[in-house]
């Protein structure tokens, strides 16, 4: 097991010897590389990327548009410019002195997809911690398996699997904050549910190879569309304009009847100026818990017409998912004997739903130095899951009891269904502007409205008595409204000052059917006004190193349980957090190091403390105080010229201040309050590392080591030993082989065995304590991840 004095030791003498080298370097090797940047007519170009290809070093132009690498070997270099919106370059220089260089580069000759999102992503001048995943880092692991287990490894990630084998329904946490706190954009589209703020990413099978690149930003983040982000952001970007034709095939099969196939095709750019791409993809899995299989679908349509200037995008995609529950957890006591146990046994126990996606994505330019970006979107939901409830209580339902003879029923066996049918449709919007100097700045928000209908039928009972198949037992309709306003802009203030100011404005009106004072049934509205201000500066030491603070506010309204089980009297208020981050970044040829210190401190933060609230629900409450701070450490290190380290560590300390827990006393038929001060937030581990190693022995095979370690959990805010997941690490072994036949692109062939060690870990449960017989009684349910297991890929590319 890995303890944490270890790994801090480990980061400590990384970060020392780096600093020791650097500072000790021969003079031969002072050699340096400047130069400017500019574009076909003359003018500056601020933040262009210069990288010294195959190493970690690199450096940005400055708001004159010059550059400069220290440091630099004698030698042929090879250096790769880049700049959203130009055409990238490389440039061989042979550096037997200092050398001064004069670029420029072209603009693309059409406009880019990229700039869509770049008002709400992060970049190095943001003073943020974010973390890009590419499409090739991607690829490497999309197996079947869903998104949150493609980021499984980048800093501060814990993922978890219902059905055990990464495949159905699937959770991400980041910073120990759960999905309904991740806000998740798609093309700078809000995805998060309105009503819930989870992310169901089984709506969306094998998505992942319809995505460009990935952007997770930890803490509050540039978040501006969407729910509100109290522990990160992941924007994700769908492919990107591919100028020439391709076909595209990937197979893979695995354990647990783990199956995927897709096809991919795409025309290239047509007539300079068409392009149509196009995605169907089937998986199918067993689930390493019993019955837990899925069965998913999706297709994925993207067509765009492309001008120098503007561009237009029409996405369409949809994901099909049936799974069969197993959301009940193992009990803890099987933990030893059964750890694939499913409490459910009924055949058609499932969860069944669809959703179609419609996204239209333009882009224009104004002038050099405005740029208009408009989204219009839609998406439809509707799907159901089926439950068998044994002896159900007729008044559940509504329904009188049976009489027969002299005999009266009250209860019997029933098959029900739970519906959700919904429209969520709106805009995000942004004026970007760009001085190619000092400034730039958007200007940009979103209006969304979300309409559902919530209703449950009863399909079967054993004694019907006076129903009808498909009786509603129950009618609800929501919807939500959702507008906000942003401003922001970047300031370079000198050539190594940079900082920047982020505000947003932002209102949510919803109308559901909840409780009145009276504890009636009624449609009610709740209306909020949130003020989210964000600012940082980023301080440039030299062409190496460079260090960064900000602070930013965010807010979060509650979810639709919260309203509908409560009344105007109990109904919980939103959460507030402040978070301040702050942070040191290193690149040498053989080194890039982050460093990031983080204090995010919640008002309000709502949390499940066991307590009936006026109408019986189980419903959160607020807490006043509570925080979570930590250190993320990030490095990818070039050990050798075959062998990379790519490897995180987050140390935090997570707490509530104080805590009430209120039990069920089935002695007495009350409830019984308990007091806690400074205990851990549940779900929050201490310390969580990630580690790739990767070893390319040869050309064209890699091979690499994956490693995953997260620290004890708590399963409620009690610091309750006797409530937590076990802390767990795990290893896995990856090969990847690459052919670039005469008759393909690419030909790779993927070998990817999970837990190679056979670790028996759960990465997710649950805990209802009560009191009987005057003890205090832990009823914990977990869920157990696979052991051992293997999946084979193949990818075909033309």
Same mark, same amino acid.
């Given at each position: 097991?890995?303890?944490? *004095?270890?790994?801090?030791?480990?980061?400590?003498? !990384?970060?020392?010897?780096?600093?020791?080298?650097?500072?000790?370097?021969?003079?031969?090797?002072?050699?340096?590389?400047?130069?400017?940047?500019? /574009?076909?007519?003359?003018?500056?170009?601020?933040?262009?990327?210069?990288?010294?290809?195959?190493?970690?070093?690199?450096?940005?132009?400055?708001?004159?548009?010059?550059?400069?690498?220290?440091?630099?070997?004698?030698?042929?270099?090879?250096?790769?410019?880049?700049?959203?919106?130009?055409?990238?370059?490389?440039?061989?220089?042979?550096?037997?002195?200092?050398?001064?260089?004069?670029?420029?580069? @072209? &603009?693309?000759?059409?406009?880019?997809?990229? %700039?869509?999102?770049?008002?709400?992503?992060?970049?190095?001048?943001?003073?943020?911690?974010?973390?890009?995943?590419?499409?090739?880092?991607?690829?490497?692991?999309?197996?079947?398996?869903?998104?949150?287990?493609?980021?499984?490894?980048?800093?501060?990630?814990?993922?978890?699997?219902?059905?055990?084998?990464?495949?159905?329904?699937?959770?991400?946490?980041? +910073?120990?904050?759960?999905?309904? +706190?991740?806000?998740?954009?798609?093309?700078?589209?809000?995805?998060?549910?309105?009503?819930?703020?989870?992310?169901?990413?089984?709506?969306?099978?094998?998505?992942?190879?319809?995505?460009?690149?990935?952007?997770?930003?930890?803490?509050?983040?540039?978040?501006?569309?969407?729910?509100?982000?109290?522990?990160?952001?992941?924007?994700?970007?769908?492919?990107?304009?591919?100028? &020439?034709?391709?076909?595209?095939?990937?197979?893979?099969?695995?354990?647990?009847?783990?199956?995927?196939?897709?096809?991919?095709?795409?025309?290239?750019?047509?007539?300079?100026?068409?392009?149509?791409?196009?995605?169907?993809?089937?998986?199918?899995?067993?689930?390493?818990?019993? $019955?837990?299989?899925?069965? !998913?679908?999706?297709?994925?349509?993207?067509?765009?017409?492309?001008?120098?200037?503007?561009?237009?995008? !029409?996405?369409?995609? *949809?994901?099909?998912?049936?799974?069969?529950?197993?959301?009940?957890?193992?009990?803890?006591?099987?933990?030893?004997?059964?750890?694939?146990?499913?409490?459910?046994?009924?055949? =058609?126990?499932?969860?069944?739903?669809?959703?179609?996606?419609?996204?239209?994505?333009?882009?224009?330019?104004?002038?050099?130095?405005?740029?208009?970006?408009?989204?219009?979107?839609?998406?439809?939901? +509707?799907?159901?899951?089926?439950?068998? &409830?044994?002896?159900?209580?007729?008044?559940?339902?509504?329904?009188?009891?049976?009489?027969?003879?002299?005999?009266?029923?009250? $209860?019997?066996?029933?098959?029900?269904?739970?519906?959700?049918?919904?429209?969520?449709?709106?805009?995000?919007?942004?004026?970007?502007?760009?001085?190619?100097?000092?400034?730039?700045?958007?200007?940009?928000?979103?209006?969304?409205?979300?309409?559902?209908?919530?209703?449950?039928?009863?399909?079967?009972?054993?004694?019907?008595?006076?129903?009808?198949?498909?009786?509603?037992?129950?009618?609800?309709?929501?919807?939500?409204? /959702?507008?906000?306003?942003?401003?922001?802009?970047?300031?370079?203030?000198?050539?190594?000052?940079?900082?920047?100011?982020?505000?947003?404005?932002?209102?949510?009106? #919803?109308?559901?059917?909840?409780?009145?004072?009276?504890?009636?049934?009624?449609?009610?509205?709740?209306?909020?006004?949130?003020?989210?201000?964000?600012?940082?500066?980023? #301080?440039?030491?030299?062409?190496?190193?460079?260090?960064?603070?900000?602070?930013?506010?965010?807010?979060?309204?509650?979810? +639709?349980?919260?309203?509908?089980?409560?009344?105007?009297?109990?109904?919980?208020?939103?959460?507030?957090?402040?978070?301040?981050? @702050?942070?040191?970044?290193?690149?040498?040829?053989?080194?890039?190091?982050?460093?990031?210190?983080?204090?995010?401190?919640?008002?309000?933060?709502?949390?499940? *403390?066991?307590?009936?609230? /006026? %109408?019986?629900?189980?419903?959160?409450?607020?807490?006043?105080?509570?925080?979570?701070?930590?250190?993320?450490?990030?490095?990818?290190?070039?050990?050798?010229?075959?062998?990379?380290?790519?490897?995180?560590?987050?140390?935090?300390?997570?707490? %509530?201040?104080?805590?009430?827990?209120?039990?069920?006393?089935?002695?007495?038929?009350?409830?019984?309050?308990?007091?806690?001060?400074?205990?851990?937030?549940?779900?929050?581990?201490?310390?969580?590392?990630?580690?790739?190693?990767?070893?390319?022995?040869?050309?064209?095979?890699?091979?690499?080591?994956?490693?995953?370690?997260?620290?004890?959990?708590?399963?409620?805010?009690? *610091?309750?030993?006797?409530?937590?997941?076990?802390?767990?690490?795990?290893?896995?072994?990856?090969?990847?082989?690459?052919?670039?036949?005469?008759?393909?692109?690419?030909? @790779?062939?993927?070998?990817?065995?999970?837990?190679?060690?056979?670790?028996? #870990?759960?990465?997710?449960?649950?805990?209802?304590?009560?009191?009987?017989?005057?003890?205090?009684?832990?009823? =914990?349910?977990?869920?157990?991840?696979?052991?051992?297991?293997?999946?084979?890929?193949?990818?075909?590319?033309?």
């Amino acid at each position: 097991m890995m303890k944490k *004095s270890t790994i801090a030791r480990f980061f400590a003498y !990384l970060l020392l010897t780096e600093l020791f080298s650097l500072s000790t370097l021969p003079a031969w090797a002072q050699l340096t590389i400047s130069g400017t940047v500019n /574009d076909a007519d003359g003018g500056t170009l601020p933040g262009a990327a210069i990288v010294l290809e195959g190493t970690y070093k690199g450096t940005f132009t400055d708001a004159s548009g010059t550059f400069q690498l220290t440091n630099m070997k004698p030698g042929n270099v090879s250096l790769r410019i880049s700049l959203l919106g130009y055409e990238p370059q490389v440039q061989v220089v042979d550096l037997t002195q200092n050398a001064t260089l004069s670029i420029k580069l @072209a &603009k693309t000759a059409v406009a880019v997809d990229e %700039v869509v999102v770049s008002a709400t992503r992060a970049n190095q001048k943001s003073a943020i911690a974010y973390t890009d995943v590419t499409r090739q880092e991607l690829n490497k692991l999309n197996l079947g398996q869903d998104i949150p287990q493609l980021l499984n490894f980048t800093p501060s990630i814990v993922t978890t699997s219902d059905a055990g084998a990464g495949v159905g329904y699937t959770g991400i946490r980041i +910073r120990g904050s759960d999905a309904t +706190r991740v806000n998740v954009t798609l093309n700078g589209i809000p995805y998060n549910d309105a009503e819930s703020q989870g992310t169901f990413f089984v709506n969306m099978p094998d998505f992942a190879s319809s995505v460009s690149t990935v952007q997770i930003q930890r803490g509050v983040g540039t978040s501006t569309n969407g729910a509100g982000a109290f522990g990160a952001s992941v924007n994700i970007q769908t492919s990107k304009l591919e100028e &020439k034709p391709y076909a595209e095939t990937n197979v893979s099969v695995g354990s647990f009847g783990t199956r995927k196939v897709n096809v991919l095709a795409g025309t290239g750019l047509l007539n300079n100026h068409f392009v149509l791409d196009a995605r169907l993809s089937k998986i199918n899995s067993d689930g390493y818990v019993d $019955r837990a299989f899925s069965d !998913l679908r999706s297709f994925y349509i993207s067509g765009g017409y492309y001008t120098k200037k503007s561009f237009f995008r !029409l996405n369409v995609f *949809s994901g099909q998912e049936q799974t069969y529950q197993s959301w009940g957890g193992v009990p803890e006591s099987l933990l030893k004997t059964n750890r694939t146990y499913n409490g459910y046994t009924y055949d =058609n126990e499932t969860d069944n739903y669809q959703q179609d996606n419609y996204q239209l994505i333009t882009s224009h330019e104004l002038s050099r130095k405005w740029r208009l970006n408009v989204s219009l979107f839609y998406t439809k939901g +509707r799907g159901y899951y089926e439950q068998f &409830k044994p002896n159900d209580s007729y008044s559940k339902y509504g329904l009188p009891n049976v009489v027969i003879g002299d005999s009266t029923i009250t $209860r019997t066996d029933i098959i029900r269904r739970r519906w959700l049918e919904n429209d969520y449709y709106g805009t995000v919007f942004s004026l970007d502007y760009n001085s190619f100097g000092k400034l730039t700045a958007n200007i940009g928000g979103g209006w969304n409205q979300y309409s559902g209908k919530h209703f449950g039928e009863i399909i079967w009972a054993r004694v019907a008595g006076n129903t009808n198949i498909r009786q509603h037992y129950y009618d609800d309709d929501a919807l939500k409204t /959702d507008f906000n306003l942003y401003a922001k802009a970047f300031y370079q203030f000198s050539n190594r000052l940079n900082s920047f100011l982020d505000v947003q404005v932002r209102t949510v009106g #919803y109308s559901f059917l909840g409780f009145n004072s009276q504890l009636q049934n009624v449609q009610q509205e709740a209306n909020l006004t949130f003020f989210n201000p964000k600012a940082g500066i980023t #301080y440039t030491l030299n062409d190496r190193a460079t260090i960064y603070a900000s602070v930013g506010v965010g807010h979060r309204e509650p979810n +639709r349980d919260d309203y509908t089980q409560s009344t105007p009297q109990s109904r919980p208020k939103a959460e507030q957090l402040i978070d301040y981050e @702050a942070g040191y970044k290193l690149q040498t040829e053989k080194l890039a190091f982050t460093a990031n210190l983080y204090y995010m401190g919640y008002m309000n933060q709502l949390v499940l *403390s066991g307590q009936l609230n /006026d %109408v019986g629900a189980y419903n959160r409450i607020n807490i006043p105080v509570s925080y979570r701070a930590g250190l993320e450490l990030e490095a990818g290190i070039r050990l050798a010229k075959q062998l990379r380290w790519n490897v995180n560590a987050t140390f935090s300390r997570n707490r %509530v201040q104080n805590f009430t827990e209120y039990l069920d006393d089935y002695d007495n038929g009350n409830q019984v309050a308990r007091q806690y001060s400074q205990t851990d937030i549940s779900f929050s581990p201490n310390l969580i590392v990630g580690s790739q190693l990767l070893y390319s022995p040869v050309n064209r095979l890699e091979l690499s080591l994956l490693s995953k370690y997260v620290g004890k959990q708590y399963l409620d805010n009690t *610091s309750n030993e006797g409530r937590i997941l076990n802390p767990y690490f795990t290893n896995d072994i990856r090969a990847i082989f690459t052919l670039k036949p005469a008759f393909a692109q690419e030909i @790779a062939v993927t070998f990817l065995c999970n837990n190679v060690f056979n670790t028996l #870990y759960e990465s997710n449960g649950f805990s209802v304590p009560y009191i009987s017989e005057g003890k205090i009684v832990n009823d =914990n349910y977990y869920y157990p991840q696979a052991g051992r297991n293997v999946l084979v890929g193949l990818r075909l590319r033309f």
